[in-house]
């Protein structure tokens, strides 16, 4: 501010912006990283600030839920949080498993609970709202993604100089009734957090807290449920994989006849998904033989209207969800591609296109492949499909895991023993190094006249995480070599929940993406 000269009238030549103080909420980036552990000291001594590591995974994760203040270009206050599944997470209080010790891998886009990591505010800014900031900025943000809830393990640093006095629990008591003013439980409580519990021994080091930590959480009454995840949850999951033999046959309702055969035996079994093999409708290029095998898949592929319909009628009669194997279909734009379909219960149909196609599929029909992995919600779970090749590539089942992914369904069709053992061993890979399960369901049979689909061979299963809660080695189920039958095995989705958070080996929380991960 300027001086104006002193005299009667005369008025002072103020400058709005001496008095300004800019206030900036944005992303962290990883130019803050010396400023927020500087931040970091401050307001944790003798804890171990973030590594750079840690940071930068979360910011490469999820970049929306690293936020900070920023004043006059120094950072003033910081918040670190991770998306995930409630029903995933029901001990709140090991916060280094749920955040993936800081690494938040554990992250889940489809999640439904906002996770605060840590908030902090640099102590030369406190007192003046800025953990209130903080605070709102994550209720937007839970909002804007229509997030069910916010659920945080909070310290109660102003317990230790009242430990002698009362227990922990009268000191929350007579903090949340405003009797005792605590410099982290009475904030968050004014953010309109409500405490759900105390854990002890949450952070032993933290002798302020005397080891002792809040759960809280604050409710987004915004909510609403998604359409697409009103499914029940549910623990058993009975899978029935169709070993399905190639045959001569002369029409459609031959067709008809066999597909529904196999769906109503396995619906009698009470199952909840019926899977089928990749590609079952060539057997319907054997009706006309003799075209080359470009235009005989075309002409199949004219087909998809009326497989699509069977098999939906198929799925609402017998009230089972079904893996329809795999057709070809031609998509908007005229390619030509192997598409696997789920038709839901409920009458709904979803679609998977193969995304890694072999040399003789590109050759022989001009197959191209698709362009995303999708993951699927039914009400027995998260699941995605992998068609035949496509699980010999285990990025594809990590993603899928990583979005949620609970069964994994493999239709495939295999020449030879070969290639049949390539599919089975990457099966249970996926479902080893993923902690998921895997079904894979088969071609077995000839067809003489069909090029490229004339032989078949299988052995189809329903494959485990290798662990003692789980079957001996692995395999839930598994039919004989060559033989048309149904392999039907229970899978218990609360089972894989907790051999992910407490097995004897936990391969999702121990990977070391930073070690592998592909830059640029």
Known sequence: MSESPAGPGSRPNVRLEDFEKRIHLRQLTMDDYPALVEMQELCFPGMAPWSEDQIRSQIEIFPRGQLCLESDGRLIASSNSLIVESDMHTAWHDWTRISDN??????????????????????????????????????????????????????????????????????????????????????????????????????????????????????????????????QRVSRVRICAVQYRMRHIDSWDDFHTQCAFFVDAAANNKVDFVVLPELLTNQLMAVDPGRRPADAVRTLAELTPAYLAMFSALS????????????????????????????????????????????????????????????????????????SYDVQFPELARIAVDRGAQILFVPFTAEDRDAYLRVRYCCQARAVENEVFVAAAGTTGNLPFVVHADTHYARSGIFTPLDTSFARDGIAGESSENVETLVTADVDLELLRRHRLGGTVRLLEDRRPQLYERRG
């Open 316 to 387: 609402v009669k017998h009230n089972v969800n079904i893996v329809g194997g795999s057709q070809f279909t031609i998509d908007e734009s005229g390619r030509l591609q192997n598409v696997a379909y789920l038709f839901r219960r409920d009458g709904t149909i979803e679609r998977q296109a193969k995304l890694h196609l072999t040399a003789e599929e590109k050759r022989w029909w001009g197959v191209e492949g698709g362009d995303a992995l999708e993951v699927f919600d039914t009400d027995r779970g998260r699941v995605a499909i992998l068609l």
């Open 102 to 231: 800081g690494h938040i891998r554990t992250h889940s886009d489809s999640g439904d609970t906002l996770y605060g990591i840590e908030i902090m505010v640099h102590p030369d800014h406190r007192g003046i709202n800025h953990a209130r900031r903080l605070y709102e900025a994550r209720k937007a943000l839970c909002r804007e993604l229509n997030l069910a809830r916010i659920v945080i393990g909070g310290r109660i640093p102003g317990y230790g100089a009242q430990a002698d006095r009362m227990s922990a629990r009268e000191y929350a008591e007579q903090v949340i009734s405003r009797g005792l003013y605590d410099p982290v439980l009475t904030t968050q409580v004014a953010n309109g957090f409500v405490l759900r519990e105390l854990i002890p021994d949450y952070f032993p080091a933290d002798t302020a807290s005397r080891g002792y930590a809040t759960h809280l959480e604050w409710t987004n009454l915004d909510h609403v449920p998604d359409p697409s995840t009103r499914w």
